[in-house]
C-alpha cells in the first residue's frame, strides 16, 4: 500500500512541474454544450486532475462507509461477510 502512495505523490509532482512549466502556453478554449471558456493551460490541467480526484472520492467514500457499517457489526473475530473463525484449542 505504501508503494501506492509513493507511485501517487510522484505522479501529482510531475503533473505539477509539467503544468508549471507550460503557464506560458496560449491560453485554452474549453467547450462544453452551451457553455464556452477561455483560461491557461495551466488551470485547465489542474482542473481535470482536480475533478478526477473528485469524482474518485465521490465512488470510493461510500464503499469504505458501507464497510466500515458492516465490519461494526460483526461479532469479534469473524471475517466480513463470512461464518465465524473457527480457533483450535493451543493456538493463539
Given at each position: 500500500m505504501q508503494f501506492f502512495y509513493w507511485l501517487v505523490f510522484l505522479m501529482a509532482i510531475g503533473i505539477a512541474i509539467f503544468a508549471v512549466q507550460n503557464s506560458s502556453a496560449q491560453?485554452?478554449?474549453v467547450k462544453f454544450l452551451i457553455w464556452k471558456f477561455e483560461t491557461s493551460l495551466v488551470y485547465t490541467i489542474l482542473g481535470s486532475i482536480?475533478?478526477?480526484?473528485l469524482?474518485?472520492?465521490l465512488f470510493w467514500i461510500p464503499k469504505v462507509v458501507r464497510t466500515s457499517f458492516q465490519k461494526g457489526k460483526?461479532?469479534?473475530?469473524?471475517?466480513?461477510?463470512g461464518p465465524p473463525l473457527k480457533v483450535?484449542?493451543?493456538?493463539?
Open positions: 491560453p485554452v478554449v482536480l475533478s478526477g480526484i469524482l474518485s472520492l460483526q461479532p469479534p473475530g469473524t471475517p466480513l461477510g483450535e484449542e493451543g493456538r493463539e
